[in-house]
C-alpha cells in the first residue's frame, strides 16, 4: 500500500513532539497501524506543512502527492483551519478547492479521505466562530461527496469527547500526543479497521486562572498576531517531513 497525506499542521504532527523539531501525529500512526493490520510494509509520504492555507494544499501538495511515482492507493487531505482563523473565509471557494482534490483523485483512480480537525478546546480564542465555519464546511464537503466511491469524510467534529482540553497541546490549536493517537483511530476505523478510540483516563487539565491567560496570551497569542500582521506562517521556510516514499515497517512506531 502507498499512503500520502497532504495538510496543514493538524496532518504533519503538531503537538505531538518526538524530539528537537520533530513531530510525528496521526497520519505516521496511521502509516504504522496500516502496517500492523495489512501485515506489510507501507510506503508513506507526508507533504503537509503547518501554517497553509488551503489553496497550496489543493494545488501544490495535491499535484506534487499525485505525481509521486508509483502513484499513491490512498490520500488523506486536511484543510481550511489556517483559512477559518482570517475574516476573509470563503466557504465557496474552499468548496472549488476541496472539489478540485476530490475530482483529481478521482481520474487517478486513487481512494481520498477528506478529514476534519477535532472540534476545538472552548480555552481557544474564538472557539465558537471556529466550530460553526468547520461545521458548515464539513456538511458541504460531505454533501459533495455523498455518491462518489473514491471519497469520503472522517468528521472528527462530531466527536465530543476530543474537545476536552486534555487531548489538546499547550497552545490549544493543536492536538497533543492523545489527541493525535485518537484521530488515528478513527481513520483506521474508518478504513475498514477497528481500532479502539484512546480516552482520558484520570487525567484531569486545571483551569489555568489569570495568570496562566496572561502566560498563554504572551506565549501563543501575541506571536500568532504578529504573524498575522506581517504576513509571515510559521510554515514559512519549512519544507514536508517525507516528500517521498518512505518504507514503514510492521511493528513501526
Known sequence: MRYVAIGDSFTEGVGDEIGSDAVRGWADMVAAGLARVCGEQVEYANLAIRGRLLEPIATEQCDAALALHPRPDLMTIDGGGNDMLRPGWNVERGMELTRRVVDLTGEAGVRL????????????PRAGTMLARAREFTDRVIEYVADLPHASVVDNLIDTEISDPAYWAEDRLHLNELGHSRIAARVLTH???????????????????????????????????????????????????????????????
Open 113 to 124: 479521505v477528506i478529514l476534519t480537525g477535532g472540534a476545538p478546546s472552548t480555552q481557544l
Open 191 to 253: 478504513l475498514g479497521y477497528e481500532t479502539e478510540l484512546p480516552r482520558v483516563s484520570g487525567m484531569e487539565r486545571p483551569l489555568p486562572g489569570l495568570r496562566g491567560e496572561v502566560r498563554y496570551a504572551r506565549r501563543y497569542v501575541l506571536p500568532w498576531i504578529g504573524r498575522r500582521l506581517t504576513g509571515r506562517s510559521s510554515g514559512d521556510g519549512r519544507a514536508p517531513k517525507l516528500a517521498e516514499w518512505t518504507p514503514v515497517t510492521v511493528g513501526a512506531e
